[in-house]
């Protein structure tokens, strides 16, 4: 009999070199989210100013702005005089919410956050006048949604989910994701927990997005 699992490479699931390696993964997140988030706030944001709030040698931080360069999370701009300027690209922008978004889940953080989040996004949504939103994903961000909904005007005109289409979900009958054209919303409001299915409509002025 196994004395336990083991991984591709080897690796037991107890290895301490598993371990390791998912904890340099973690810091790693962790040191992206900051940089991120830091970049986000500010275009002033340099290196120094970010090794001196993140604890991080120099070279540490300049290895990891190559990296989310590299990746397409961030754009450097050389501004004179010989200033160097960084900007988040939607694609950054993206990474950070995602990777907030995986830190808080399964968390009470994440509801809290969730719901605060839900609050704004719809008492803005009243305030822009739209009256009528329809779900994209019928899961546990939807029932937060929910929650918030119901302490504004706006009404919930169906759910759009095609791996629960025909269930029974915050007491309607979940529709395929293709009939969402037909839902009269007036806007979509993205409650997917699938970040590869996010991907297809970021960029459509229809769809609002709480994380």
Same mark, same amino acid.
């Not at 629960?164 to 806007?187: C, I, Y």
């Given at each position: 009999?196994?004395?336990?699992? =083991?991984?591709?490479?080897? $690796? =037991?699931?107890?290895?301490?070199?598993?371990?390791?390696?998912?904890?340099?993964?973690?810091?790693?997140?962790?040191?992206? #989210?900051?940089?991120?988030?830091?970049?986000?706030?500010? =275009?002033?944001?340099?290196?120094?100013?970010?090794?001196?709030?993140?604890?991080?040698?120099?070279?540490?931080?300049?290895? =990891? $702005?190559?990296?989310?360069?590299?990746?397409? *999370?961030?754009?450097?701009?050389?501004?004179?005089?010989?200033?160097?300027?960084?900007?988040?690209?939607?694609?950054?922008?993206?990474?950070?919410?995602?990777?907030?978004?995986?830190?808080?889940?399964?968390? $009470?953080?994440? *509801?809290?956050?969730?719901?605060?989040?839900?609050?704004?996004?719809?008492?803005?949504?009243?305030?822009?006048?739209?009256?009528?939103?329809?779900?994209?994903?019928?899961?546990?961000?939807?029932?937060?949604? *929910?929650?918030?909904?119901?302490?504004?005007?706006?009404?919930?005109?169906?759910? *759009?989910?095609?791996?629960?289409?025909?269930?029974?979900?915050?007491?309607?009958?979940?529709?395929?994701?293709?009939?969402?054209?037909?839902?009269?919303?007036?806007?979509?409001?993205?409650?997917?927990?699938? #970040?590869?299915?996010?991907?297809?409509?970021?960029?459509?002025?229809?769809?609002?997005?709480?994380?």
């Amino acid at each position: 009999m196994s004395d336990g699992v =083991h991984l591709q490479g080897g $690796l =037991h699931l107890n290895d301490p070199r598993r371990t390791a390696s998912m904890a340099r993964e973690s810091d790693v997140a962790e040191v992206e #989210w900051k940089i991120l988030n830091e970049i986000e706030n500010s =275009h002033k944001t340099s290196q120094r100013s970010l090794s001196r709030k993140m604890n991080l040698a120099l070279g540490a931080v300049n290895f =990891h $702005l190559k990296r989310l360069v590299r990746k397409g *999370y961030i754009k450097m701009k050389t501004m004179p005089p010989n200033r160097v300027v960084y900007f988040v690209t939607p694609s950054g922008i993206s990474r950070k919410a995602r990777l907030t978004y995986e830190y808080m889940v399964g968390t $009470l953080a994440f *509801y809290r956050e969730a719901r605060e989040r839900s609050r704004e996004l719809f008492r803005q949504l009243e305030e822009e006048g739209i009256r009528r939103v329809a779900f994209l994903g019928a899961r546990d961000l939807a029932e937060i949604c *929910y929650l918030s909904l119901q302490e504004t005007g706006v009404e919930l005109v169906g759910i *759009y989910d095609d791996s629960r289409a025909g269930e029974d979900f915050l007491g309607r009958t979940v529709q395929p994701e293709s009939a969402l054209g037909d839902s009269g919303a007036e806007r979509i409001v993205f409650t997917k927990q699938d #970040w590869a299915k996010r991907g297809e409509y970021e960029g459509r002025s229809d769809v609002v997005f709480v994380f």
